[in-house]
């Protein structure tokens, strides 16, 4: 495992707290890829989250956001009676229990949560509040003197 010591970047820095430890989460490796998913940018503030879900249905899955963080879990149901009485000669579709997380940037909202033909599409879009916005401020001559 590969250690970095950002501890000079930190000298220069004010408020990246959670830096240190996102990109300590980040290096980590994954037990599992599964389920895949792609993160695609699909404008200049809005990202979309693609997760591949075969076989689970929109009660089968929790999307929560707290704070700055995603977590998408997968969990089936009990089977049917039908489902309970085949016999797999392969079964090659994974319906296994998943739970993926994802550290979002501030000020990153998550929209919308469709799942369409085995996909799971979760857009987020970055609202910046006016109070974190850049704003101009004038310099006053002083007229003490």
């Not at 959670?18 to 200049?44: C, D, F, V």
């Amino acid at each position: 495992m590969r250690t970095y010591d950002f501890s000079p970047m930190f000298r220069s820095v004010v408020g990246f707290d959670r830096l240190n430890h996102m990109l300590e989460t980040a290096l980590q490796t994954e037990e599992s890829s599964y389920p895949p998913y792609n993160i695609e940018k699909t404008g200049n503030d809005s990202y979309r989250i693609t997760m591949a879900v075969a076989g689970f249905t929109p009660a089968d899955i929790d999307v929560v956001a707290k704070e700055n963080t995603l977590t998408i879990s997968g969990q089936q149901q009990a089977g049917s009676d039908d489902e309970k009485a085949r016999t797999y000669i392969y079964r090659g579709i994974a319906n296994r229990a998943f739970e993926r997380r994802f550290q979002l940037a501030d000020h990153i909202k998550v929209g919308d949560a469709k799942l369409s033909n085995g996909l799971l599409s979760i857009d987020l879009v970055r609202e910046v509040p006016e109070a974190a916005k850049p704003r101009s401020i004038p310099v006053k001559a002083d007229t003490t003197h």
